[in-house]
């Protein structure tokens, strides 16, 4: 049974020295279903660690797919709001007429706010990580040092 970091080495290192291994199901999460197979951790959509304080995470070489490594709420104290009602967009999923905002954001890019006309992304800074729309840097941070 995997329960520490050292555990996990000695155990992927023994699936290393067995050569290609045939994925265990197709699709995109074949690769993470085949590891956590070899490793013997029960397959769980549960939003806890895999092993000890770990959650593994897969993905193909080239593959377009999105891993979500961490969610963080912005900051200071209701940035949400502002965000949602500067940038947000109606919706017809719900029955109001409040804006909403659903997106993920890149580093590397702006992605576009859905019909919103707006677009923002992740800036990392000397002083912390935060949110840039197309006409500068918000004041609202994920982390500042």
Not at 14 to 28: D, E, L, Q, T, V
Not at 118 to 123: M, T
């Amino acid at each position: 049974m995997i329960t520490t970091l050292d555990d996990f080495i000695r155990e992927y290192k023994r699936i290393i020295n067995m050569g290609w291994i045939k994925a265990h199901r197709s699709g995109p999460t074949g690769i993470g279903k085949t590891l956590e197979d070899l490793l013997g951790i029960k397959e769980n959509n549960l939003d806890m660690p895999d092993f000890g304080e770990y959650e593994l995470k897969s993905c193909r070489i080239d593959s377009n797919s999105m891993l979500t490594m961490f969610t963080k709420s912005p900051q200071p104290r209701k940035s949400n709001t502002y965000l949602r009602l500067k940038y947000g967009y109606s919706s017809d999923t719900y029955f109001s007429d409040e804006k909403v905002i659903h997106s993920t954001l890149s580093a590397n890019r702006f992605t576009k706010i859905s019909s919103s006309g707006h677009s923002l992304k992740i800036s990392c800074l000397e002083d912390g990580i935060y949110i840039e729309s197309e006409s500068g840097i918000e004041n609202v941070f994920l982390v500042k040092s």
